[in-house]
Nanobody, 122 residues
């Protein structure tokens, strides 16, 4: 599956953004999906993930209750709704897909979208 991310931008503290990731060449509903983020000098971090069934989700503690991962099978796309954004959320965000049932296994994510930059200003 090929992925193309979009939706990043500049937002003020407390604001919201929705990142989108359009899939092509395969059905995204067959994949575990995830969002990662990365800041300069740091490793890419898994922040949200969804099992291929859609029945299970994971959020890193720092975004739990503020971010929501979702998927629209009809549009063959995945999303990350980000609310109450904080300066520490500033990062490049990447969508990813894994043809593996263990949606928390970061090493199984082989399909990646290009990064989309999110900048939260205070």
């Amino acid at each position: 599956v090929q992925l193309q991310a979009s939706g990043g931008g500049l937002v003020q503290v407390g604001g919201s953004l929705r990142l989108s990731c359009q899939a092509s060449q395969d059905d995204i509903s067959q994949y575990s999906t995830a969002w990662f983020r990365q800041t300069p000098g740091k490793e890419r971090e898994l922040i949200a993930a969804m099992s291929y069934t859609g029945g299970h989700t994971y959020y890193v503690k720092s975004v739990k209750d503020r971010f929501t991962i979702s998927r629209d099978s009809a549009k063959n796309a995945m999303y990350l709704q980000m609310n109450n954004l904080k300066p520490e959320d500033t990062a490049a965000y990447y969508c990813a897909a894994s043809f593996h049932s263990d949606y928390l296994n970061v090493y199984q994510y082989k399909s990646w979208g290009q990064g989309t930059q999110v900048t939260v200003s205070s």
